[in-house]
């Protein structure tokens, strides 16, 4: 059961971490599309967010302070998929597209506040001996 739970956490915190080094590593494409949103200061967005995204997937994959990261990664989802993945204000044949992944996000982010699936616990609390 460790290894895996272990092998869960790695591919969850992981998946966040690689989200937040794309955000840095392709910032220009995804500052214009967040202008295109009407994000303020749209640079300056799509580096928090990456930071914070690498801050709360490192946490989660690491195990270090892991309710804090997983606030981390909620605090992104809750921001940017109702600016981002506002598929109810779309009118083009692409609505679909961006409801899935507006969907997929909340399905995601759903799974962030109990990682382990017992009553909450983050990141092996309860494979450590605490509740």
Known sequence: MKAAF???????GGFFLYSGI???LDHKALSEYAASKKVPMPDVAVM????????????ILLGIKPRLGALAVLGF???????MHDFWTRKEPSQRQAE??????YGVAGRVPGT????GAVA???ARGST
């Open 6 to 12: 272990l092998l869960g956490r790695l591919g969850f």
């Open 77 to 83: 989802q809750a921001g940017v998929s109702p600016v």
């Open 116 to 119: 382990d699936g017992d009553r």
């Open 100 to 105: 899935m992944v507006f969907q997929q996000k």
């Open 124 to 126: 092996g609390q309860r």
């Open 48 to 59: 928090a967010t990456g930071a914070a995204l690498i801050g709360g997937g490192a946490s």
């Open 22 to 24: 794309h955000h840095f």
